[in-house]
Nanobody
Framework: QVQLVESGGGLAQAGESLKLSCAASGIIFRWSHMAWYRQAAGKQRELVASITSSESTNYADSVKGRFTISRDNAKNTVYLQMNTLKPEDTAVYYC?????????WGKGTLVTVSS
């Protein structure tokens, strides 16, 4: 059974930092393409950042230079370091794993940024 468990969300003030973690089980993590998505209230889910099995990364324009995605294959964990947070970063953040044509999702962690 595949499980993706996010943690690290919470309340931050504008300009502060948060680090999200996603612990994966039930997949061959080192082969998986991992990503973070977010969904703000009333909006569609959007890709924030992704990292391939070879650690190539991709970022949404809105977070480039502020967010960093990384992975630790020994711990089956993917991270999202979020710096210089803005109120518009407020959303539920979801971990995503893609492997062999299958998409898996975590339940999400809420990030709230106050101005």
């Amino acid at each position: 059974q595949v499980q993706l468990v996010e943690s690290g969300g919470g309340l931050a003030q504008a300009g502060e930092s948060l680090k999200l973690s996603c612990a994966a089980s039930g997949i061959i993590f080192r082969w998986s393409h991992m990503a973070w998505y977010r969904q703000a209230a009333g909006k569609q889910r959007e890709l924030v950042a992704s990292i391939t099995s070879s650690e190539s990364t991709n970022y949404a324009d809105s977070v480039k230079g502020r967010f960093t995605i990384s992975r630790d294959n020994a711990k089956n964990t993917v991270y999202l370091q979020m710096n210089t947070l803005k109120p518009e970063d407020t959303a539920v953040y979801y971990c995503n794993a893609y492997q062999v044509g299958m998409d898996y999702w975590g339940k999400g962690t809420l990030v709230t940024v106050s101005s």
